[in-house]
C-alpha cells in the first residue's frame, strides 16, 4: 500500500506532456529556399506535403509551396507562418537551397537561425543554385511527387560518384569558423528546357565569401586531392593525338583506389612547400582502341593518364589558391603541426604564394573480362 502511495505522490510531480507537438497540427516543411529581393529582403520559400485525406501513399500526396518576405530569415519563416494553416516545422528538412546572390558576400548569416533553434533539421543537405532557388523549388519532376527527394538524392548521387564533398548544416557550421580550412557547397543550374536540374561544380568559399566555382572535373580532383573518394570515381579522358573527334582516341577508367600523401615543409628560405602526390590504381571499363593484352599499351596509358591528371590537378590547385579558397586544409595542418609558424602567418595573404607541387600517378590494374 505504501509503495502505491509513494507511486501516486511522485505522479502529481510529473510534468506530463506540456511540450508536445501534434503531428496533426504541423506543417512538416521538406525543402526549403532562400532568395535575396532586389531590394535587400530574403524570401523564404517552403515545400510542405500533405496526403489527400484518408490516403497515406506517396502518390496520393498534395505538395504545398508558399514564399514570404521579411527582413531576415526568422522574420520571413514568421510572415510564411501567418499565411499556412498550422505550424511550420523544419525538422524534417531534407535540403536547403540558397539563391547565389544571397550569399555571395557572407554565408553565415542566412544560416544562423538553423544553428539557433534545437529543431532544425542539422542533417539537410545544402547547395547554392544559379538565379534563383525558388525556380528549383517550384520544379514539376515526372514521376517524383516529392520535389525534395529529387533534390537529396541528386545531391546523395553526385556524393557517391566523388563530385560534391559531403556535407550537411551541421558539418557546415563548423568549417565556416574554421580558420585553417575553406570549405565548397554544390553548384546547381537548370537544365535548358527548365524540367531538371544538374549539378554543374562546386562553388568555393573563403571567410563565408564566394571566391570562384570548380568545375565538375575540377570538383572531382580536389575531392581526391583531400583525401575524400566516393563510392564511384569514373572518368573519360582524350587520350589520342588528334583533336578529338574520333571515338577511339577516348578511355573510360575507374577508380578502384586512390593514396594522397601530402607533406608540408616549413624550413628553408622558400618559405612554406607543399608536395601532393595521388597515386591511382584504375581499371578500363571502355577504350575502343583496343589492345590492352599489350604491355606497351597499358604502360601507353599509364603515362598519358599520368600527364593529364596531373595537370588538371595543378589546375585545380592553382584556381584554389588564386580563389583564396584553402580546401585542402594545408592551414588546418600547420596548425596542428606547425604551430610556432601559424602563429607568425597571416594566412589570407600567405596561402596564395605557397609553393604547391602536384603528381598525379595511375596504374592501369585491369581492363575487363576481354583479351
Known sequence: MKKVLLLFTILLFLAGCWDERLLKDANLINMETLDETTDGKIETTVSVPKAKAGQAETQDIIVNTESAIGDTVRNSINNLDKKMAGNLDASKNEVLLLGEELVKEEIFSVLDVFYRDPRSALNAKVAITEGSAKDFINLKIEGQPLISRYFSELIKSAESNTLVPELNLQLLCSLIFDEGQDFALPYLRLSEDEKSAEIVGLIMFHEEQQRGMLTSEEGMMFLLLSDQKGDIDQITENVGSGSGSNRKDYVTIDIKKATRKLDIQT???????????????????????????????????????????????EETVAKMQESNSDLLGIGRRLIAYHPKEWIKLDWKTEYPKIAMKTKVNVKVESHGIIN
Request: no cysteine; aromatic share 2%.
Open 267 to 313: 624550413e628553408g628560405e622558400k618559405g612554406i612547400q607543399v608536395n601532393l602526390t595521388l597515386d591511382l590504381e584504375v581499371n578500363v571499363v571502355e577504350y575502343p582502341e583496343d589492345k590492352l593484352h599489350e604491355k606497351s599499351t597499358i604502360e601507353n596509358l599509364n603515362q598519358k593518364l599520368s600527364e593529364i591528371l596531373t595537370k588538371r590537378a
